[in-house]
Structures are given as structure tokens and as C-alpha cells.
């Protein structure tokens, strides 16, 4: 794991203008950014590399593409990109989705061809509408489903970028997961 305090210190640097910082970043949170998008199912088959790669760099390039980025510190940095992560999974799969309809190609990112698995796709999406339904009931419990689990962050590390207990981080993460539980399987079988 890269050294926290020259991540922290090159975002402050990219939050105050400075666009070099990014080519700085990137080296230090490349290795952790590939584990959230592998360890979140932002795979491809049968080479779940590349798309992995692929995810990577999109979302870097979505996140310094903004003219300013308002990051606090490293946590909060990871929990934006897999943020990010999530959305252009997400995307892929509606794309996946619409392309078993007649709807398109698989698409391309930087000359590599991203083909999510068909297993894969639909789950995305469903687990994506749920966290949206989730938002609409409760913005703070869909919060930190991304931060838990989208941009893989600790109990403690989540409490930190909420500014609150790992008490309460906790007790909400089990009645997060619980109602995602009941409207994915409500979904399912509906």
C-alpha cells in the first residue's frame, strides 16, 4: 500500500489546481484502484484483466478530467473512484444488456474491446437499481454501501469519511445489507 501521506499530500496539490499531481497519483493508487474493481466484480470474461485494466483507467481519466476535484483526503479519494468504478460498470452491463436485444456492440476504451460477463451483467444492474431505490429511502445507508463496499473501505475508515462512530457505521451497514437483501430477492421474484 502506498505511503497514505503522499497520496493525501498530491490530492491537496490536485485540489488546489495543480494538474501535475495526478501523473504523480497515479503510480501510488493504481495497484489499490485495480483490487476495488477486481474485488467488486468489475470483470470481464474469459480475461478479467483487461477490463479490470480498463475500468481503471477510465475512471482515472473521468476523475482528472474534472477541472477540480474536491477530495478530503485518501479515503474519500477511493470512495469517488470506485464510485466512478460503479457507474461505468454499470453502463457496460446496460450495454451488455441492450446488445442481447439487438441494441449494440461491446464497447471499446482505449482499443480495448470490454466484455462483461452475461452472468455478471445482470446482477450489476439489479444491484445498481436496488442502491438507487436505497438512495431514494435512505441517502445515508446507500452512502455507505459504496464506501463498504464499492470503494472497500473499513468500518473505520468509513466512519472517518462520514465523520461518525464505527458504532454507527456498523449498525447501519447490517440494515443496509438487510434491505438490499429484501429488494433484491423482492425483485427476483417479482
Known amino acids: 500500500m502506498a505511503n497514505e501521506m503522499d497520496i493525501t499530500q498530491l490530492l491537496e496539490a490536485w485540489r488546489g489546481g495543480d494538474r501535475h499531481a495526478v501523473q504523480r497519483l497515479i503510480p501510488l493508487v493504481y495497484d489499490e484502484l485495480r483490487a476495488i474493481a477486481r474485488g467488486r466484480g468489475i470483470r470481464a470474461h474469459p480475461d478479467d484483466t483487461l477490463q479490470t485494466t480498463a475500468i481503471v483507467h477510465e475512471a482515472f481519466l473521468k476523475l482528472a478530467d474534472r477541472s477540480r ?21 454499470v453502463d457496460y452491463a446496460r450495454r451488455q444488456a441492450a446488445g442481447k436485444r439487438g441494441g449494440g456492440a461491446a464497447p471499446v476504451i482505449d482499443d480495448i474491446e470490454v466484455v462483461p460477463a452475461p452472468e455478471r451483467s445482470a446482477d450489476v444492474i439489479a444491484l445498481d437499481e436496488a442502491l438507487e431505490r436505497l438512495a431514494r429511502l435512505d441517502e ?43 429488494d433484491l430477492t423482492a425483485a427476483r421474484q417479482g
Open 69 to 89: 476535484l474536491e477530495v478530503q483526503d485518501r479515503h474519500h479519494f477511493f470512495a469517488i473512484a470506485a464510485k466512478a468504478m460503479r457507474q461505468l460498470a
Open 140 to 182: 445515508w445507508l446507500s452512502r455507505i454501501v459504496e464506501l463498504r463496499y464499492f470503494a472497500g473501505l473499513s468500518v473505520e475508515e468509513t466512519a472517518q469519511v462520514l465523520g461518525c462512530s464505527d458504532r454507527t457505521v456498523k449498525r447501519d451497514w447490517r440494515k443496509a445489507r438487510a434491505l438490499l437483501h429484501a
